[in-house]
């Protein structure tokens, strides 16, 4: 069965950090992308990051040098660090499976359930 399951979020104030987690099962990392969404209050579902089978990493411009995406892809584990997060970073945060095309991440197929992240002023 191909799962993805979110977990770290939580309640941080501006400034701090929080690590999220998705653990991923019933497929292999080697075969496709993996990346971060997030969806804010009254938003639509944007992409934050994504990485690829052979390591690029990809991010939304908005969270380039606070954000740093990261894989193990032996423990099929997807990781998002976030640092200096800002009250607008808040949103429920998805992981998702996307495919593989040639300009990195592709079109998702598979989403996880999310993990909501608040950030206090």
């Known amino acids: 069965e191909v799962q993805l399951v979110e977990s770290g979020g939580g309640l941080v104030q501006a400034g701090g950090s929080l690590r999220l987690f998705c653990a991923a099962s019933g497929f292999s990392f080697n075969d496709y992308a993996i990346g971060w969404f997030r969806q804010a209050p009254g938003k639509e579902r944007e992409r934050v990051s994504c990485?690829?089978?052979?390591?690029?990493?990809y991010y939304e411009d908005s969270v380039k040098g606070r954000f740093t995406i990261s894989s193990d892809n032996a423990e099929n584990m997807l990781y998002l660090q976030m640092n200096s997060l800002r009250p607008e970073d808040t949103a429920v945060y998805y992981c998702a499976r996307q495919k593989l095309v040639t300009g990195g991440c592709g079109g998702v197929d598979i989403w996880g359930q999310g993990t909501q992240v608040t950030v206090s002023s």
């Open positions: 990485i690829s089978n052979d390591g690029r990493r």
